[in-house]
């Protein structure tokens, strides 16, 4: 073998080498996973965390026991809002909580209720922050309620009436919501409090969670399973079941956290 077969092998273990690197280094989204289920039955709540990469899940998923009832959550920028149902044994149900954006998280800080607080009876869902208008906070199955967390309590800013809603996500322009009889998924204007439909799901709808760069929108539902979407309603994979199957509760809580 020649001076150049020597080099042209080189140059190929390299570039082996270093695809090799590269795919090993791939640092893919996490999509946060949440539901009623626990606290309806009185308990804790858990996070299911899986890595995501576009429409498909990438490697195991785990699940994490918290030390609070949880079910709503969303991605604030920093960490993962959180809140649970209803009450749930002497933890009232208008609570709110940020949790750390780990594979292993834990509960940061909590908010109890102000004067004008939100309701704390069934069913505080899921929440979205935004950087213009605070917090849109979702119960169901009367209103979407803008919220804030002035001097570390929550406090209710305006109510927007809308039936049967569950889950509330973005694309970084519009705002999604759920409706959860309905089994609608659309966008929804605050301005004029107006739902435009888009697409139905197959079982009742619940948690929403945008993945803008690739397109991909995650909805939870009644039974348990995780669907991504396009955003006209092209179905884009099985999905997966987080809590495995959740008989007439569902996943209310998604959050996507991109990498």
Known sequence: MNAFSYFRMAVLFITLAAAQSAITNTV?????????????????GQLAVVQTEGASTVGKLEIYNLTVPLNGITN???????GQPEDVGDIAGNILRTVSETKDPKVLATFPPGNNS????CCNEQMLVTASSGIYHVHY???IQRISKSSGET???????QTDVVGIATDGVNIWI?????RQVGMWDP??????????????????AWDTANGVLWVGMEGGSVI????????LGNGFHPFGDLSDNTVDGLAFVPQ
């Open 28 to 44: 893919h989204s996490l999509l946060f996973c949440g539901t009623d289920a626990s606290a309806f039955a009185g308990m804790n």
């Open 141 to 143: 199955s009367d209103s």
């Open 191 to 208: 301005t004029t409090n107006t739902f435009t439909p888009i697409f139905t799901t197959p079982a009742n709808a619940g948690a929403l």
């Open 76 to 82: 604030s920028g920093e960490h993962l809002l959180a």
């Open 228 to 235: 991504p979407y396009s955003a006209t309603g092209e179905q």
């Open 155 to 161: 406090e209710v800013r305006r109510t927007y009436p």
């Open 118 to 121: 939100f309701s704390p009876a």
């Open 178 to 182: 759920s409706k959860w009889d309905d």
